[in-house]
């Protein structure tokens, strides 16, 4: 091999490491890219999740309602059951001449 193919030999395989720089610096360059719009993009779905999150607290808001609801429900029948039964005892006690421990 004379002085002429080496040099020749050296520039090619210069031109390939060159090849293969660039190559490689591209594709970092596309994964930066990539990765600050995958960044960007995410910051948008958070802040999209935040106002979901603002919009449908009063959906959890109105489960807690309505566990109240019926536990209001659950008390006003057993008040309704309770006066019910009085109505009803004042009524045979009424029903029986209205004697009680004084008259007697």
Same mark, same amino acid.
Request: charged share 25%; no cysteine.
């Given at each position: 091999?004379?002085? =002429?193919?080496?040099?020749? /030999?050296w520039?090619?395989? $210069?031109?390939?490491?060159?090849?293969? /720089?660039? /190559? =490689? &610096?591209?594709? #970092?360059?596309?994964?930066?890219?990539?990765?600050?719009?995958? &960044?960007?993009?995410?910051?948008? *779905?958070?802040?999209?999740?935040?106002?979901?999150?603002?919009? !449908?607290? &009063?959906?959890?808001e #109105? +489960? !807690?309602?309505?566990? $109240? %609801?019926?536990? $209001? +429900?659950?008390?006003?029948?057993?008040?309704e =059951?309770?006066?019910?039964? #009085?109505?009803? *005892? #004042?009524?045979?006690? &009424? =029903?029986?001449? %209205?004697? %009680?421990?004084?008259?007697?």
């Amino acid at each position: 091999m004379n002085d =002429a193919e080496i040099w020749a /030999v050296w520039r090619v395989w $210069l031109l390939v490491g060159a090849a293969v /720089v660039l /190559v =490689a &610096a591209a594709l #970092l360059v596309t994964i930066w890219l990539t990765a600050r719009s995958i &960044a960007a993009h995410a910051r948008r *779905a958070l802040a999209a999740l935040e106002t979901i999150r603002e919009n !449908t607290r &009063a959906i959890w808001e #109105l +489960q !807690t309602t309505n566990e $109240l %609801g019926r536990d $209001l +429900q659950e008390t006003v029948r057993d008040i309704e =059951a309770k006066s019910t039964a #009085l109505v009803e *005892a #004042l009524d045979r006690r &009424a =029903a029986a001449g %209205g004697r %009680g421990r004084s008259e007697a």
